[in-house]
């Protein structure tokens, strides 16, 4: 099938898919969601975003309605029934369906679980990206991967209209995190990337190239680092479940990085080597 949807018990494709007009998540965006992308079928580092997602959950009080494990089968019982290899997974638990009102006090109080797959494509990483940088005017929870994600429509948006692929933003000096990745920085050999506070999302991918940068002997600084220095650095990348390790080279229409090529395709290369052991652990056909 080209694509495939679930909504609380009911299977379909994403377009016949009907959803009612009282769900929470159209009036309060009261929910999370958590999103991933496949190889060969397998949606990568699956257990560790469908972790997040259930973390996130709790962080707002809603107990998402399935089991961890039987959310994680129907996921990959959903990737091998969609007929492309390369896919974006998304699931996304709500406040449930009731009238509206800004408390959630109504009466079933039971949440809602959203899944669907549909054909997408990691980011290639042989390419070069261009990013604007903004102001970050978000609010205090950007820990919590919320469906409020108005902010992250117009600083991409913004990008777009420059010609670019992403917004980082920051709070003054102070670089947090894109619209809808992580930012991070190779300056003398070492990887400095933003600490996991409330101020960005704990990204997967994030974690994923800290460990690797860690097994690779490369020394990884957890601290805040401002707009100058992401300038000066020897070589500035982004990162998330669609981008592995995207290499910037142009930032408010000025250059960057360029200076440490070598290291930045270790860690891609690291960064793919990873991706096809996890597909071949899950799809042994795949060689």
Not at 86 to 97: E, F, K, P
Request: hydrophobic share 35%; glycine share 6%; with cysteine.
């Amino acid at each position: 099938m080209e694509n495939i949807a679930y909504y609380n018990g009911k299977i379909s494709s994403i377009e016949e898919m009907m959803i009612p007009m009282n769900e929470r998540s159209s009036y309060f965006g009261d929910g999370v969601y958590d999103a991933m992308f496949t190889v060969e079928h397998v949606p990568l580092q699956l257990d560790d975003h469908l972790r997040r997602f259930y973390r996130s959950a709790r962080k707002i009080e809603i107990e998402i309605p399935m089991g961890f494990d039987e959310l994680r089968a129907m996921v990959l019982d959903f990737c091998k029934k969609v007929d492309s290899p390369d896919q974006m997974v998304y699931v996304q638990a709500t406040r449930g369906v009731g009238m509206r009102g800004h408390a959630y006090r109504f009466a079933d109080g039971k949440p809602s679980l959203w899944i669907w797959v549909k054909p997408d494509v990691l980011d290639p990483m042989d390419r070069d990206y261009k990013c604007i940088t903004m102001e970050d005017t978000r609010f205090l929870h950007c820990d919590i991967k919320t469906l409020n994600l108005l902010p992250s429509v117009i600083y991409t948006q913004r990008a777009e209209e420059k010609g670019c692929d992403e917004t980082i933003l920051h709070r003054g000096d102070r670089v947090t995190e894109c619209a809808h990745s992580n930012v991070h920085i190779l300056k003398n050999g070492k990887l400095k990337t933003a600490p996991c506070d409330n101020l960005i999302l704990p990204g997967i991918t994030r974690a994923h190239r800290i460990a690797q940068c860690h097994e690779m002997g490369i020394p990884v600084i957890e601290e805040p680092f401002t707009v100058e220095e992401m300038m000066n650095a020897d070589e500035v990348f982004f990162t998330s479940c669609s981008a592995l390790c995207c290499r910037i080279t142009e930032i408010d229409g000025k250059p960057v990085g360029g200076r440490d090529p070598q290291l930045i395709k270790r860690i891609q290369d690291a960064a793919w080597k990873e991706a096809m052991e996890e597909v071949k652990a899950l799809s042994p056909s795949v060689r």
